[in-house]
Structure formats: structure tokens, C-alpha cells
């Protein structure tokens, strides 16, 4: 896995979560921007346009607000049906954010 900066920890399971025309966006108020810039990286690197909903469903990525967690550090899980970040500040989030544009690999514009 590489991500930069190196996560504290990673632990790689089991199983795979796809980005699809059917994946849509769960997200806390606090991080609307974040989320809203991670939806526009997958749009721009594959054409997908995700649309967020206002109920927490199977195949969905999650952004959530998760008291606890230090400044700046952020979670993801990652299962067959969900990706959920959890972050207790906009920074972790925002940081997570930049992990999975990593891990899906959204660097490269869709072409038209």
C-alpha cells in the first residue's frame, strides 16, 4: 500500500470496495467542503458523478465526525459495501481525503 505520509497503522482485509455509478455520499455538515472535493476528484478522474443522500446506506462512503480521535488523525475503514472516514477535526478529514484519492488512484483527468 503506498499513501503518503505512511499511516501509523494499515491493515489490509479481505474483499474490495468499488466506486460506482450506484456509490453514493454520506457526509457531517462539518466536512460538506471534503466531501464535495473528493466527489469532484472522482468525477474529474472517472466520469462518475456521485450524489449525496441524507440516510446512511449500504454501498456508501461515509465522512463522519468521530469525537475522540486526535487533531489532525483520521480513520478508514474500508468493507465490501461501505467506506467510512472518520475524522474529529476538518484537518483529519481532509487528510483522509487525500489517502483515498491515493488508494483509488484519482490522479489521472477522465477523458471525454
Not at 503518503?4 to 457531517?28: M, N, S, W, Y
Not at 466527489?39 to 446512511?56: H, I, K, P
Request: charged share 20%.
Amino acid at each position: 500500500m503506498r499513501i503518503l505520509p505512511r499511516p501509523q497503522k494499515a491493515e489490509r482485509l479481505a474483499g474490495q470496495f468499488t466506486i460506482d455509478a450506484q456509490t453514493t455520499v454520506f457526509c457531517h455538515p462539518d466536512f460538506q467542503d471534503i466531501a464535495n472535493q473528493f466527489v469532484a476528484q472522482v468525477e474529474s478522474c472517472s466520469g462518475l458523478t456521485l450524489q449525496f443522500c441524507d440516510n446512511v446506506e449500504e454501498k456508501q462512503i461515509h465522512f463522519v465526525l468521530e469525537e475522540g480521535t486526535q487533531a489532525e488523525g483520521y480513520k478508514i475503514n474500508i468493507s465490501q459495501t461501505c467506506l467510512t472516514v472518520s475524522a474529529s477535526d476538518k484537518a483529519g478529514c481532509f487528510y483522509a481525503m487525500q489517502s483515498l484519492v491515493q488508494l483509488f488512484d484519482l490522479f489521472v483527468p477522465h477523458e471525454t
